[in-house]
């Protein structure tokens, strides 16, 4: 007997909702719940959030960023990564477009916690890249999963999605767990001395579908296959 995927996902909860005003404009933010991603050993939270503009229940292509958590960057601001940029350019392409979803999926560190991401960091600081890193610490490439996004997006009452992303693994991710995904768009923001690093390693080595830093390439989000 077939199971619908929605039968079998775990409780997603709203905790809170409450409109939320940016620079970019004034998004709803739904604080969700799931109960199949609490990771305690690794600091990791089962609360994420929807901040959603417009009205996107029942509505196809909808612009959609699904964003994992990256406290060094969107907090302290560290240059080492290209996190703060690319949520602030989501938020603002959707508010340019006046319709769209960012869900921030809280999975710091590709999922792997904070305390890993700094240990990662260490490694990095003498020469080794992203992926070494974390392979030297017995640590998965990318340990995310998107099952919470995926019932965000049900929930939500969105039919399809226009994928804001550089990332082919999250593509598949999503639309293995049904999720609709009508086209992707690139989400590329100009690299710093500090990040080029580990955007190459992203990919050369994860397969991101990003310009050749080596080119000197580089652009605000915008379409793509």
């Known amino acids: 007997m077939h199971v619908p995927t929605t039968a079998?996902?775990?409780?997603?909860?709203?905790?809170?909702?409450?409109p939320v005003p940016t620079k970019h404009g004034v998004f709803q933010m739904l604080v969700f719940?799931?109960?199949?991603t609490t990771s305690p050993d690794q600091g990791l939270s089962p609360d994420h959030v929807a901040l959603v503009m417009g009205d996107v229940r029942g509505r196809s292509d909808v612009t959609l960023r699904v964003h994992s958590e990256c406290l060094t960057s969107e907090v302290f601001g560290s240059l080492k990564c290209d996190c703060r940029e690319q949520l602030e350019a989501a938020?603002?392409?959707?508010?340019?477009?006046?319709?769209?979803?960012?869900?921030?999926?809280?999975?710091?560190?590709r999922g792997i916690g904070l305390a890993n991401k700094i240990r990662a960091y260490q490694l990095q600081a003498f020469g080794h890249d992203t992926v070494d890193a974390n392979r030297i610490l017995g640590l998965p490439d990318d340990a995310r999963g998107y099952e919470p996004a995926a019932a965000m997006?049900?929930?939500?009452?969105?039919e399809s999605i226009?994928?804001?992303?550089?990332?082919?693994?999250?593509v598949e991710a999503l639309r293995a767990l049904g999720v609709r995904i009508a086209s992707r768009s690139a989400a590329i923001v100009p690299a710093n001395p500090f990040s080029a690093p580990y955007l190459e390693a992203k990919r050369l080595r994860m397969g991101h579908?990003?310009?050749?830093?080596?080119?000197?390439?580089?652009?605000?989000?915008?379409?793509?296959?």
């Open 209 to 225: 579908v990003i310009p050749s830093l080596r080119d000197g390439e580089g652009a605000a989000v915008g379409d793509a296959e």
């Open 153 to 158: 997006i049900e929930h939500l009452g969105i």
């Open 33 to 36: 719940h799931f109960g199949g």
């Open 91 to 109: 938020q603002a392409e959707i508010g340019r477009r006046g319709l769209g979803v960012v869900l921030y999926l809280r999975q710091e560190g």
């Open 8 to 18: 079998i996902r775990p409780q997603l909860d709203i905790r809170a909702q409450a």
């Open 162 to 170: 226009r994928l804001l992303t550089n990332n082919p693994d999250k």
